[in-house]
Every structure is written in C-alpha cells, then in structure tokens.
C-alpha cells in the first residue's frame, strides 16, 4: 500500500532541455522545426508518391511506406513537445504524458526494427531467389509482416514501459534530458528498479538486437548470392538494390546503440547529441537516402511533377477554358 501511495505522489516530471541558455534555445527552435516539417514532408510525400505510382506497388515500397509512416509517428512522439518547450523557462511533462511519449517512441522504434529486419529478408529473396519472388512476397505477406511488425512493437513497448511506470516514484522529478528516455525515469524511483531494468534489457535483446541478427544474416545470405553472380554488372545492380537499405540500417542501429549501450552516461552532453540524432535526424533521413539513391523513385517523381505542370500551365488552363466555352455553346444551340 505504501508504494501505491508513493507512486501518486510526482504528478509532474521537469525536464532540463538541451540547454538552459535563452538565446541558444531560440536559435535550436527554427532549426529543429526545419527537420520536423521536413521529416513531415518528406516522408508524406514519399508515402502518397507510393500510393498514387502504380509501378511502385511492390513489397519493397510497400515497406517503404510504412517505414515512413513510422519515421512520422516516431518523430511527432517527440519533436511537438521538444519545440513547445524551447519556448519555456520551465519544461514540464505531466507523469501520464511521459509515460505516454514513451510509450509511442518505443513501440515506433522496436517497430521499426522489425520492419528493418522484414525489409533485409525482402531483400534476400529477391537477390537470392528472384524467380521465386513474386510467389513468396505476395502483397497480403507483406502487410502480414508490417502487422506483426508493429504488433511486436507495441507488445513489447507495453511489456516494459507498463512496470518502469508502476513503480514508486516518491521525491525527484527532475529528468536531465529533453525527451522522457526511461534510464532517465527509473532512476528516480524510490523503489528498486531491479525488475524494470530486466525488463528492458530482455526487449532490448530480443527485439533490437534480435532484428539486427536477422538484418545480418540475411545480408550474409545477400553476400553469398552477389559472389555467385558472374557478371559484374548483375553484382553491381544487386548491391544497389541494398545499399539504400544497409545505410538506413547502419544509420538507426549505430546511433542507437550508442545510446542505449552505455546508459551511464545518459546525463552527458554527448548522450543528448546522440539522442537528437536517432530521434530527429533518422526520421528525417530515411526518406532522403532511399530517394536520392533510387531510380525508380526519381522517375516516378519527375512524372509526377511534368503532369503537375501540365494540368496548371497556362495552355492548358486556357484549353480548358476554350473547352468549356465551346460546350456550352453547343448546348444552347
């Protein structure tokens, strides 16, 4: 009874920011709002240009798609608040709203790990059976694998984020940092956080490095099936069929593993940069590096635009106009 009574106890987390300097704060706001509506643009764009392509429906951009729709999720988990508060000079999270932003950055990121990992077998059967393709990656297999991608997601984010926030939380409020990163949270609890930690730790092996395993070994299967291809032209094609991928994989496990695998360091001005750069840049990121490396997507963007022009030039407003005009004169002959 005493350590329900001590969890209600901090209904107010305050969280330090990236700094406490007015002027660098006002400087951080336009810059960070830049790479939010970008992140927002670039990945809706990308979604709608998948959508709207029919050469584009395909279990890669299929994956693609939601890739995006999860780089947007993960970034307005964070990116709203962390704004807002640039404007404060006291940056306060209610205990259910951090526990809350948690909770969506965790189910994005663990799903996006497994949305990787899906993406890098997509990869594989492509490269290595690739007369076989069609067959295995049929369209209702790929939203199979995006389901269970996001239900391992949001499984496993409920699995531990549900027990970190039970615990007692009787004294401390103050988090070093400018997100709710549950290293960060546990530590002020007044009860032993033994449990917690496990928990996370279990999820973290499991699903993170889990998907990075499978990322691996399909990437190991990919090598063994380019050396097979005599031609170095094939090799070439079929490493570029991955190399969008494998820098989208090198980006988001690099950069968060360094964090989460020295979580003692969670108060350092270097823990903080890393954090911005896997929460805010990766999402703004994906996007680019899968388009600006992909001829297909290019292709599909220079129609889109050339149709644009099209139908808003002034030819053609004005052919719509002398159109219009004839019908009408036509009827009321």
């Not at 199979?144 to 009787?170: D, N, Q, R, T």
């Amino acid at each position: 009874m005493e350590g329900a009574e001590n969890h209600t106890s901090v209904a107010m987390f305050i969280l330090l920011g990236l700094s406490d300097e007015k002027e660098l704060q006002l400087i951080l706001l336009p810059v960070f709002l830049g790479i939010y509506l970008g992140t927002l643009i670039w990945n809706l764009g990308l979604i709608i240009l998948i959508r709207i392509n029919s050469n584009l429906h395909t279990p890669m951009y299929l994956f693609l798609s939601s890739l995006s729709f999860i780089d947007i999720c993960y970034s307005s988990s964070i990116s709203p608040k962390m704004l807002s508060d640039f404007l404060r000079d006291e940056k306060k999270i209610s205990f259910m709203a951090c526990a809350t932003q948690y909770f969506v950055r965790a189910w994005m990121g663990l799903a996006e790990c497994c949305l990787l990992a899906a993406m890098a077998y997509d990869r594989y059967i492509a490269i290595g059976n690739p007369l076989q393709y069609s067959a295995i990656m049929l369209p209702s297999h790929c939203w199979k694998m995006i389901a269970g991608a996001c239900a391992s997601g949001f499984l496993s984010s409920l699995v531990h984020v549900v027990p970190c926030f039970h615990l007692s939380y009787c004294g401390p409020n103050i988090i070093q940092h400018f997100l709710c990163d549950i290293p960060q949270v546990i530590s002020l609890s007044c009860s032993n956080p033994f449990m917690c930690q496990m928990m996370v730790f279990l999820v973290a092996m499991f699903v993170g490095l889990g998907s990075l395993f499978i990322i691996l070994l399909s990437y190991g299967f990919i090598a063994a099936s380019i050396l097979k291809i005599s031609s170095g032209k094939g090799s070439a094609k079929a490493f570029n069929t991955c190399a969008s991928h494998l820098a989208a994989v090198i980006l988001f496990y690099s950069t968060s593993l360094s964090v989460y695998m020295n979580p003692g360091s969670g108060h350092s001005v270097k823990h903080k940069v890393l954090s911005i750069f896997y929460v805010i840049f990766v999402p703004f990121l994906n996007p680019l590096i899968y388009s600006l490396r992909n001829k297909v997507i290019k292709e599909a963007t220079k129609r889109l635009i050339k149709r644009q022009h099209f139908y808003f030039s002034k030819n053609n407003i004005w052919a719509a106009i002398v159109t219009i005009r004839k019908r009408e004169a036509s009827i009321f002959k």
